[in-house]
């Protein structure tokens, strides 16, 4: 599954570099205007306010799937291997659940605006389909949580090792040896 949404994931932070280069064009365009003719050029905020919406929410899903979001695994780290991945499906779990309620209210949401036909302030442009993209982006990065728990239940299942015997993965392994090397 997490195959399948490397596409989806590619394109919505591929519409957020859209963004980012189309909100950087208005607003250089508006200081140029601003100071050589000294007429700045009208509905700048609309652009950036719209832009940073596809901005902040393409690339969500993409750093989830390469699992570069924010993870605090200090304490998880020195937990034994069936403990901290209990751990990893329940923040799985709550993570996919919230995600998808938040997906929801995005898309109720966008419905209202649509149906009120709330725009910006001076290029008129709809709210709508940029809520919209929001609860796209959500939903897309509500599957990739969603396509890690079979994962991590899969990794549950595995035999440790000897009976009794407390066996960490390597990777967990490597950042404690590291950890251990650079307080000395």
Not at 35 to 47: E, S
Not at 134 to 146: G, N, R
């Amino acid at each position: 599954m997490t195959k399948w949404l490397t596409y989806p994931s590619n394109l919505l932070a591929a519409c957020a570099m859209a963004g980012i280069a189309f909100v950087v064009l208005a607003v250089v365009a508006d200081v140029f205007m601003r100071y050589v003719f000294n007429a700045p050029f009208q509905g700048t905020w609309d652009i950036v306010r719209l832009g940073f919406a596809v901005i902040v929410w393409g690339p969500m899903a993409l750093g989830a799937l390469k699992g570069s979001h924010i993870a605090m695994t200090y304490l998880l780290d020195k937990y034994p291997r069936l403990p901290r991945l209990g751990a990893d499906l329940i923040i799985s779990l709550v993570t996919t659940g919230m995600l998808g309620l938040v997906s929801w209210r995005l898309v109720v949401l966008g419905m209202t605006l649509e149906a009120t036909g709330t725009d910006t302030g001076v290029l008129k442009i709809p709210y709508a389909p940029f809520v919209y993209f929001a609860a796209a982006a959500c939903a897309v990065m509500t599957l990739v949580f969603l396509a890690g728990i079979p994962e991590t239940v899969g990794k549950m299942r595995k035999e440790p090792g000897a009976v009794g015997e407390i066996q960490k993965e390597p990777e967990a392994l490597e950042k404690i040896e590291k950890m251990k090397g650079s307080s000395v």
